[in-house]
């Protein structure tokens, strides 16, 4: 699917028409709705918004018989843990776990505040314990009340006509030591394209930091690695002869890190 002006797509469809055979199938008009892999993709006068139907929450809280629970403010898993259940549950309630799961990261891709929480979730998918479901619940608690949620794809940059470059503004986060039983860190990763947020991610780093600003320079690579591939389709679609990568991050120490001398200089 392609989102942007009509003459921009038409230069994009002509030069990929030359190397692929594509077919144009419709095009999405303002007040329009369209269902695409699940997701819900309505245009408006100021924006493009991308959601999962509520019904998908509802069926996820049927399968676990949540369907009155009350709703909470936050979908983290940090405020179970003082929650110390960790027999493994029957193979019955692993099945019903991974099920759950499964179903949570397909709607993390639209939801950037559950991409921890979710990752999180599927540490526990090899053998899930009442920890494990309990922030589950917890999670699922929390959808209840943010189901209707959307993602807009509204630019808040306009570039004039002359403009052939873009910038692709990365912002990363990390905390350190995390994970209390291998201390390893989890990245966090967004990424803007004139104002709109086109990916997210939050990732759990293959490496121990030895220090904070470790760990933030293990979240500047992951960003960088991302903005690289935008970076490349943009190249490649033609539209702007430049794309500029701007990270942006918190740490002075990671800062330092990424552009000091030797094997790490830019």
Known sequence: MFFGHRS?????????????LLKTTGQLSEGQEVHFLGREIRRTSEA????MSPIYVEKIME???MQTCKSVTTPGVDILKKVTNSDQVSPEMH???RRVVGQLLWLSNLRCDIMYAVKELSKGLTGPTGDHFAKLKHLVKYLSGTK????QLRPNVKLS???KGIDINCF???DWAGDPDSRKSTSGVSLFVLGVNITSHSRTQ???????GEAELYAIGSGVADSLFVRSLVMESRLFSKANICVFTDSTAGKSMAGRFGTSRK
């Open 48 to 51: 493009i918004e991308l959601s």
């Open 95 to 97: 099945k019903l776990y």
């Open 172 to 174: 990363v986060d990390s």
């Open 148 to 151: 209707t949620f959307v993602q």
């Open 161 to 163: 006509t002359q403009h």
């Open 206 to 212: 293959q490496s121990v930091a030895l220090s904070s």
């Open 63 to 65: 399968t676990l018989e």
């Open 8 to 20: 921009d797509i038409d230069v994009v469809m002509t030069e990929m028409r030359k190397e692929l």
